[in-house]
């Protein structure tokens, strides 16, 4: 597997894993830029790669009432000063054809919504921006259907891209992370990422909103590592309960540091 450049030094190549952390949506500039800040300090001190994340439009809300973000320009811009002024890669998702060019201007990384993964205009848009693409797995998907989103990405001219395994479909309101996915998906040559937040997640679970059993995440993150990743995504918050979206399926920020230092230290020993 190629070894991928995500920016500022930060390296996919198998050898350390990737942590791409951060909140669910840009609740305010203020809050945004201390959050990135402290997640610097908790991974610089336990040696861990860092790409921060955070999104600048919830567009996939269960309700229209729910809080969206600051916009692609404004929220894209916030988090590319963000990135320049910490020395860390900044990824965001993108929803059009039009944002991904937007986004590419300010920030390293675009990520491809797992329910957007198939859609081609705007796969192709991503790649084309010769950013690092990350595709979300859609939960309909298989592992080896993968391969078909590959494709389009390489026949536009990147190979920079990788997968994030997020749990499939189980019935109503829930998802379940089938850990031979990361196996298959790393079988077929791509590096693979997992969502151990989203995967706990229970989509429309409180009606109006998404629930989710955060307490299992760092369960299954350690789960991921075990089997083979080549990074793991966490979402994270310094008041879960007070989040703007995706509370229920966060890890605290106060739990993140011995969170990460047991998966590193299992990535060392298996």
Not at 112 to 137: E, M, S, Y
């Amino acid at each position: 597997m190629p070894v991928i450049d995500l920016g500022f030094g930060v390296l996919m190549d198998g050898v350390a894993p990737v942590f791409i952390l951060g909140p669910c949506v840009i609740e305010s500039e203020s809050f945004v830029r201390e959050l990135a800040a402290e997640l610097k300090s908790i991974t610089t001190a336990v040696g861990a790669r860092f790409v921060f994340k955070a999104s600048y439009d919830k567009a996939n809300r269960t309700s229209i009432h729910s809080y969206r973000g600051l916009g692609c320009r404004e929220g894209t811009r916030l988090l590319g000063e963000i990135g320049r002024e910490l020395g860390v890669p900044v990824t965001t998702d993108v929803h059009s054809v039009e944002e991904a060019e937007i986004a590419a201007e300010h920030v390293d990384i675009l990520q491809i919504p797992a329910f957007l993964c198939r859609q081609t205009d705007l796969v192709v848009a991503a790649a084309r921006t010769g950013r690092v693409v990350n595709v979300k797995k859609g939960q309909f998907l298989a592992p080896w259907d993968v391969s078909q989103i590959a494709e389009k990405i390489s026949q536009s001219g990147n190979s920079r891209f990788f997968f994030t395994e997020r749990g499939t479909t189980f019935g109503y309101n829930n998802l379940v992370a089938d850990m031979r996915s990361l196996f298959w998906i790393r079988e077929q040559g791509f590096r693979v990422v997992f969502d151990a937040t989203h995967s706990v997640q229970r989509p429309g679970g409180q009606g109006a909103t998404s629930g989710g059993d955060g307490r299992l995440a760092p369960v299954l993150a350690r789960a991921a590592v075990a089997t083979g990743v080549d990074g793991v995504f966490i979402e994270t918050h310094p008041d879960p309960s007070k989040s703007f979206s995706d509370g229920p399926n966060m890890i605290p920020l106060a739990q993140l540091s011995g969170v990460l230092r047991q998966l590193l230290a299992l990535h060392a020993l298996v």
